[in-house]
Every structure is written in structure tokens, then in C-alpha cells.
């Protein structure tokens, strides 16, 4: 068995114990030489200096501190950062790379979640839940055998912008339900989008055909306000958008004027601000269902980002290359 490398963990400490739970922690030790009551918020500690020069494997969460030339030099032994969450751009830096230092995301571990919690929406959307548990709550009885005109997931059109990592975990769920599903990706070609299983149609068609949208896009300059006034204007009245990507891809003060018109609802886990103003007319408008941005991991679901990382720690260990190495260049496109 070769001699297993020095690790650090580098995150907000308190999320060490959820992420690493004792039989999972136990497994990470196999692999690495760790010590969970010795964590790094800041590379300048002196109480982590030590162990920052001998180490070999950086264990990343949320909070890690940023990884520039600085805290590079004070450990001249990293070879891998092993990040046990889903984006790595707000902590790794361009020096990270120059130095041929190996970087691992969980982000496709983070992705099932946040694919399962828009299916779930979906699905619940389609039969206008939450409209109707409004209504019920309102007259406290319904009239028992009635079909309810409408509503139903039967065909209903759903169109996802964005083939990101959850935009295709999310694909492959939908699979199995008698939906029409379309995507819009400008990086996807209609080769890539057959092989997808998904028809391929440019945002402003998706918009003005889909009964439900849901967003997948990374948060870039250019997907700022993606869905602005104009881009809301040509969804059809009645229609349910759902964002669980990043808030600033929607134009909350747009969306706002079609919410209270009535005219659309929204299911927002991401808001721009984040979290919102408690004055934001979005927490009392009937037509917007907002939850505190729990699409990601959660409870025990963040296990899932631990064993994610053990895999890619016996990797190391064995020298097999590592399943979920990031790409520099596809950072933006990763979410």
C-alpha cells in the first residue's frame, strides 16, 4: 500500500462534521493522513502553517480561503485539491493551474439534488399545486370528483435553458414522464442535442413554447438578466418558471410586473439579492413560491460530496486519474 499524503482540511469548519460524517471520514483516512479538529479558514494561521508545508491534498468545501501565489507558496507539496462542493472558481485562482496542481469537483454530486428538487417542481407545477392548496386553505373544502380543467403533466412543455451539469441530470430524470421536453443552449449543436434526446430551439422559441422553464445556466457577465423583460414578455400567460441556477440570470424587477399581473408564476430557490430584502414584494405575491436556496445539497445529501471526495482520494492513492478533474477552461460552463 503506498504511503498515504498529507491532507488539510481548507472549508468553514462546522461543515467538516456534515460533509465527513464518522463512517465517512473513516474512509477519507484510508486514503489520506487528515485531522478533522485542524481546519483552514485562513492560510496565514499560524495553527495551520505547519501542516500546510507537508501537505499534499487540499479537502475544499464551502469557505475555503482563495488560493493565490501566497497561500501556493506556503505549501510547496500540494499536488490536488479535492473540492467536496460543486463550483471551484471562487477560491482557485490561474496559479493553481500554472503550477500543474490537479483540482476535483463534486459538482456533479451536487447536481442530483438540485435536478431532483426542479423534477419534483416540475411535476407539481404541472398540477398547479400550489395555486390550489392557496384555494383550499382559503374555503377549506372542494368539490370531491370534479376533474379539474387545465392542469396535468400529460404533454405539458417543458423547456430547459441551459445543458449544464444539473440541465442534463435533470434530462435524464425526465425521461420517464410523459412530458415534451425541450433545451436551448447556444453551446449545443443539434448533434449533441439528439444524442441529449431533446429537440434543440433557440431561447426566444423555447419561451414562447414551453409551459414550464427552468434555468440551468451558469452565472456569467454575458447571462446576466438572460430572461430580462422582453424574454418573460414572449412566455404564454399561465406559464411557470423555475430558477434554481443563480438569481441574476432573471430580471427580478421584470419578473416582479409579470407576477403581479398575474400573468406568470415563479419557483424561486435563487434570488437576486440573495437572500432578499424583507421588504421584496416576492416573499407576499400569490404567484411566487420561494424556498432558501435548498435545491443543492442538504442534510444527509451532503454525505453524498464526502464520498465523492474519498473516490477521488483513493485515486490519488493508486494513481488512477481522477474521475472529476476541472477543466480551466470549462469553468464557466460547469454549473
Same mark, same amino acid.
Request: include cysteine; charge should be negative.
Given at each position: 500500500?503506498? *504511503?498515504?499524503?498529507?491532507?488539510?482540511?481548507?472549508?468553514? =469548519?462546522?461543515?467538516?462534521?456534515?460533509?465527513?460524517?464518522?463512517?465517512?471520514?473513516?474512509?477519507?483516512?484510508?486514503?489520506?493522513?487528515?485531522?478533522?479538529?485542524?481546519?483552514?479558514?485562513?492560510?496565514?494561521?499560524?495553527?495551520?502553517?505547519?501542516?500546510?508545508?507537508?501537505?499534499?491534498?487540499?479537502?475544499?468545501?464551502?469557505?475555503?480561503?482563495?488560493?493565490?501565489?501566497?497561500?501556493? &507558496?506556503?505549501?510547496?507539496?500540494?499536488?490536488?485539491?479535492?473540492? %467536496?462542493?460543486?463550483?471551484?472558481?471562487?477560491?482557485?485562482?490561474?496559479?493553481?493551474?500554472?503550477?500543474?496542481?490537479?483540482?476535483?469537483?463534486?459538482?456533479?454530486?451536487?447536481?442530483?439534488?438540485? %435536478?431532483?428538487?426542479?423534477? =419534483?417542481?416540475?411535476?407539481? %407545477?404541472?398540477?398547479?399545486?400550489?395555486?390550489?392548496?392557496?384555494?383550499?386553505?382559503?374555503?377549506?373544502?372542494?368539490?370531491?370528483?370534479?376533474?379539474?380543467?387545465?392542469?396535468?403533466?400529460?404533454?405539458?412543455?417543458?423547456?430547459?435553458?441551459?445543458?449544464?451539469?444539473?440541465?442534463?441530470?435533470?434530462?435524464?430524470?425526465?425521461?420517464?414522464?410523459?412530458?415534451?421536453?425541450?433545451?436551448?443552449?447556444?453551446?449545443?449543436? *443539434?448533434?449533441?442535442?439528439?444524442?441529449?434526446?431533446?429537440?434543440?430551439?433557440?431561447?426566444?422559441?423555447?419561451?414562447?413554447?414551453?409551459?414550464?422553464?427552468?434555468?440551468?445556466?451558469?452565472?456569467?457577465?454575458?447571462?446576466?438578466?438572460?430572461?430580462?423583460?422582453?424574454?418573460?414578455?414572449?412566455?404564454?400567460?399561465?406559464?411557470?418558471?423555475?430558477?434554481?441556477?443563480?438569481?441574476?440570470?432573471?430580471?427580478?424587477? =421584470?419578473?416582479?410586473?409579470?407576477?403581479?399581473?398575474?400573468?406568470?408564476?415563479?419557483?424561486?430557490?435563487?434570488?437576486?439579492? *440573495?437572500?432578499?430584502?424583507?421588504?421584496?414584494?416576492?416573499? &407576499?405575491?400569490?404567484?411566487?413560491?420561494?424556498?432558501?436556496?435548498?435545491?443543492?445539497?442538504?442534510?444527509?445529501?451532503?454525505?453524498?460530496?464526502?464520498?465523492?471526495?474519498?473516490?477521488?482520494?483513493?485515486?490519488?492513492?493508486?494513481?488512477?486519474?481522477?474521475?472529476?478533474?476541472?477543466?480551466?477552461?470549462?469553468?464557466?460552463?460547469?454549473?
Amino acid at each position: 500500500m503506498p *504511503e498515504r499524503p498529507q491532507a488539510l482540511f481548507a472549508m468553514t =469548519a462546522q461543515n467538516v462534521p456534515q460533509i465527513f460524517p464518522p463512517e465517512v471520514l473513516a474512509r477519507l483516512r484510508e486514503h489520506v493522513e487528515i485531522d478533522p479538529t485542524l481546519v483552514a479558514h485562513d492560510f496565514t494561521d499560524p495553527r495551520v502553517r505547519d501542516t500546510l508545508a507537508r501537505t499534499e491534498v487540499l479537502v475544499t468545501g464551502w469557505g475555503c480561503p482563495v488560493l493565490d501565489a501566497a497561500a501556493l &507558496d506556503a505549501a510547496p507539496r500540494l499536488r490536488a485539491v479535492l473540492h %467536496a462542493a460543486g463550483s471551484v472558481k471562487g477560491f482557485t485562482t490561474p496559479e493553481v493551474w500554472r503550477r500543474g496542481i490537479v483540482v476535483s469537483s463534486a459538482a456533479a454530486a451536487n447536481a442530483l439534488p438540485v %435536478a431532483e428538487y426542479t423534477l =419534483a417542481m416540475i411535476l407539481l %407545477a404541472g398540477k398547479d399545486v400550489f395555486a390550489f392548496r392557496d384555494l383550499l386553505r382559503t374555503r377549506r373544502t372542494f368539490p370531491y370528483g370534479d376533474i379539474v380543467p387545465g392542469i396535468g403533466n400529460f404533454h405539458r412543455r417543458v423547456g430547459i435553458v441551459g445543458a449544464s451539469r444539473i440541465g442534463r441530470r435533470l434530462l435524464e430524470l425526465l425521461r420517464p414522464h410523459d412530458l415534451a421536453v425541450a433545451l436551448a443552449d447556444p453551446y449545443v449543436d *443539434e448533434a449533441e442535442a439528439a444524442r441529449l434526446g431533446v429537440p434543440l430551439l433557440p431561447l426566444d422559441e423555447l419561451l414562447r413554447t414551453s409551459d414550464i422553464v427552468t434555468v440551468h445556466a451558469p452565472e456569467t457577465p454575458e447571462t446576466r438578466h438572460l430572461l430580462g423583460a422582453r424574454e418573460l414578455a414572449l412566455m404564454p400567460a399561465g406559464s411557470v418558471l423555475i430558477n434554481t441556477a443563480r438569481g441574476s440570470l432573471v430580471d427580478h424587477d =421584470a419578473l416582479t410586473e409579470e407576477l403581479r399581473a398575474g400573468r406568470l408564476t415563479a419557483i424561486l430557490d435563487v434570488t437576486d439579492p *440573495e437572500p432578499l430584502p424583507a421588504g421584496s414584494p416576492l416573499f &407576499d405575491l400569490p404567484g411566487a413560491f420561494l424556498t432558501p436556496h435548498l435545491a443543492g445539497s442538504q442534510g444527509n445529501e451532503v454525505a453524498r460530496l464526502g464520498l465523492t471526495v474519498v473516490a477521488e482520494a483513493g485515486r490519488l492513492l493508486t494513481g488512477d486519474g481522477l474521475l472529476h478533474a476541472v477543466d480551466q477552461s470549462a469553468l464557466d460552463r460547469a454549473a
